[in-house]
């Protein structure tokens, strides 16, 4: 394979510049703009009123998606008897709530992404499990752990204050419900704010839109895994290309009459290799099996030696070795980082065939081939993405700086007025690395009145990324930019957090204590640590695409205390040894505790 490294740069950049365009990151305002209220409204469950309710439980937790429903679960075996769960949403899920579209499925492994496959005696039906397994599994998990009927759903909190007096938290909600807990545990969620890009007219389309993560069967008709019968006569505008964009439109183009694809960036879409499950393979799984794998794949991707790769799949042949190339003995460093830049090349490039080769249309092709390095997006796997561009019903269009504006028509690019019935919006969610209080969306006030947004204005300041100074009894799920760590299976991480905060509520109701807070030094000493282990990676990160990952191309201004535990994404395995750590010693190293009752 011929490799110009200059040409390869230069090439790269000048894709890198069509698209760092002004007002590229504009999104709508949909908490507060009217105009765009019902973008957010939920399609799936009847809306029901009801009265307030006003009493007091153990512990509320925000939010009912994975996170949450762990924390509840762990919260259950730690012996708390009222968990109310609020949420959004009109049930449990979170993301597998809300994204029901066409061909939703997860995208690292199932037999590590769905949490609890263990207790749950539970092996998924596919490698890569679809959206309504995972939303039926997660719904298990909560009736198994009896988290739904204390809960409160279709219902947001306004705001929660914590009560020195009471000792307690007093969350108010916008059903007008006045709830005091002890434990306050907020679970919100990664992607949890859907992205509406700011395109000049959208208001004027007088066809139907809805976003990705809001699916409208009413319109569309068919369900999940179903055909869209009502879309055989439409003209259908799907906008984004991401990893909810590459999954629906197989399904969209086999239904709909005409299906116009907007790109702004290419994904790297790799083999997705999608396969039902291997009875002989459910069999064998011996006790264990679940933590073996996570811990597995999670080494993988540090770049730790294993025996063996048990997941075998895009994330660990590409995305582990990109991120950790091998390094020869006797490599100087540019040497390395040479090496490094030539293996992304290989990856890419394999990439790039791989659209040639599904996509017949050359010209069609070479729109679709990402020309960036392998980490500067989060790479997309699919099997059946490329070959619907050889059907004759589905047209690619190409617009690096965006779509141009919407009028009462469609969506115009290049002064072109694409005329369509309907425009499906896959265009994300606010980035993870958007600050905890306002994925949140709700002031939370500690002691003295300092609310988290005020305390966290120049950054994150915790102890183990899940518990901060002047918020006693509360919990944070661990989270990217939240001073813990980065996982590609998130799950592991909400397990993980899940795990610690129900172990660390037993220890304390086991000891006595009634309030914990965490001490001045122990917060500088993990927030010192954090910040001493970041690591610029700007010099490489600017000359990315942009995207979220590389904070739309400003890498520069992302935020060192905002970092992990350990450098790049955080040392997992060193992570979760501190937390275990601290746990064994029980002696609640860097927290003040107050007793229930004073002490004999
Ligand atoms: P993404 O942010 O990955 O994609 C959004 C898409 O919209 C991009 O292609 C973006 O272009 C495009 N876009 C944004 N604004 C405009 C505009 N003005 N004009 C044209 N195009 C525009 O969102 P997704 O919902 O696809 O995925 C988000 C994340 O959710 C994933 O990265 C993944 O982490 C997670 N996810 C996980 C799944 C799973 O299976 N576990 C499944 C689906 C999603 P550009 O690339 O230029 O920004």
């Keep these: 394979m011929s490799y110009d490294p200059a040409a390869v740069r230069a090439k790269y950049l000048r894709e890198r510049d069509k698209r760092l365009v002004p007002g590229r990151t504009d999104i709508l305002d949909l908490r507060h703009d009217e105009r765009f209220a019902r ?23 925000v939010g009912a998606g994975i996170a949450g429903l762990l924390a509840g679960a762990e919260l259950r075996k730690a012996g708390l008897r009222r968990i109310r769960l609020v949420d959004a949403a009109g049930g449990v899920g979170g993301t597998w709530y809300w994204n029901r579209y066409p061909g939703v499925m997860c995208d690292v492994e199932s037999y590590m992404y769905l949490p609890m496959l263990e207790e749950l005696g539970y092996v998924p039906r596919h490698r890569y499990a679809f959206g309504e397994e995972i939303l039926r599994h997660l719904e298990e998990i909560a009736a198994r752990f009896d988290l739904v009927s204390d809960s409160l759903f279709h219902t947001e909190v306004t705001r929660a204050r914590w009560d020195d007096t009471s000792a307690r938290w007093r969350v108010e909600t916008d059903r007008g419900d006045r709830i005091s807990c002890r434990w306050y545990v907020l679970a919100v969620g990664i992607l949890n704010l859907l992205k509406l890009p700011a395109i000049p007219g959208m208001d004027e389309f007088a066809g139907h839109s809805f976003h990705s ?20 006569d439409k003209t259908v505008a799907l906008i984004g290309t991401g990893a909810s ?48 794998r996570m811990d597995n794949f999670q080494a993988i ?49 394999e990439h790039r065939r791989r659209v040639e080769q599904l996509v017949s249309d050359s010209s069609k092709a070479e729109i679709l081939k990402p020309y960036y390095r392998y980490l500067c997006k989060r790479p997309c796997f699919h099997d059946e993405y490329l070959l619907a561009f050889n059907r004759p019903n589905v047209t690619l269009v190409d617009c690096p700086s965006g779509v141009e504006r919407i009028t009462a028509r469609g969506p115009v690019v290049a002064g072109r007025q694409y005329e369509v019935d309907l425009i499906v919006y896959c265009t994300g969610f606010e980035p993870e690395l958007t600050p905890l209080y306002r994925r949140a969306g709700h002031d939370i006030v500690g002691r003295g009145g300092v609310s988290l947004a005020t305390k966290w204005a120049d950054g994150a300041a915790t102890l183990f ?48 204590v009634e309030v914990f807070d965490v001490s001045p030094e122990a917060e500088e000493a993990w927030t010192a640590k954090v910040v001493d282990s970041f690591v610029d990676s700007s010099a490489v990160m600017s000359a990315c695409t942009p995207s979220r990952i590389n904070n739309e191309g400003h890498p520069e201004l992302l935020n060192p205390r905002n970092g992990n535990y350990g450098r ?27 007793a229930r009752t004073p002490a004999p």
């Excluded at 957010?40 to 009847?46: G, L, M, Y």
């Excluded at 009875?279 to 064998?284: E, G, L, M, N």
């Excluded at 997992?572 to 609640?588: I, V």
Aim: with cysteine; net charge negative; glycine share 10%.
């Design 39 to 61: 973008y957010r409204a939920d399609p799936f469950t009847p809306y029901r009123r009801r009265d307030p309710v006003s009493d007091e439980v153990d512990v509320v937790i």
């Design 213 to 232: 993560a809001r699916w409208d069967y009413a319109y569309t008709g068919g369900g999940p895994g179903e055909p869209l019968d009502r879309l055989a």
């Design 245 to 292: 964009g590459i999954q629906c439109l197989p399904p969209v183009a086999e239904s709909a009459r005409h299906v116009y694809v907007f790109q702004r960036t290419p994904s790297a879409v790799g083999e997705r290799g999608n396969r039902p499950t291997d009875p002989d393979f459910a069999r064998r799984l011996a006790p264990g099996w679940q933590k073996e």
């Design 301 to 349: 991707m540090l770049g730790r030696p294993v025996d063996a790769d048990l997941v075998d799949d895009g994330w660990t042949r590409h995305y582990a070795a990109v991120h950790h190339p091998p390094r020869k003995e006797g490599m100087s460093l540019a040497e390395y980082m040479r090496a490094a830049e030539e293996l992304d090349f290989s990856i890419m490039e």
């Design 465 to 512: 990324g899940m518990m901060t100074r002047g918020f006693p009894n509360m919990f944070v799920m661990p989270a990217p930019g939240q001073q813990a760590v980065v996982t590609v299976n998130y799950t592991q991480l909400a397990v993980l957090g899940a795990e610690f905060i129900g172990r660390a509520v037993r220890l304390m109701e086991d000891n006595g």
């Design 568 to 594: 790049g994404f955080g040392d997992w395995f060193a992570y979760r040894e501190r937390l275990e750590a601290w746990l064994r010693d029980g002696s609640f190293d860097g927290l003040e505790v107050s």
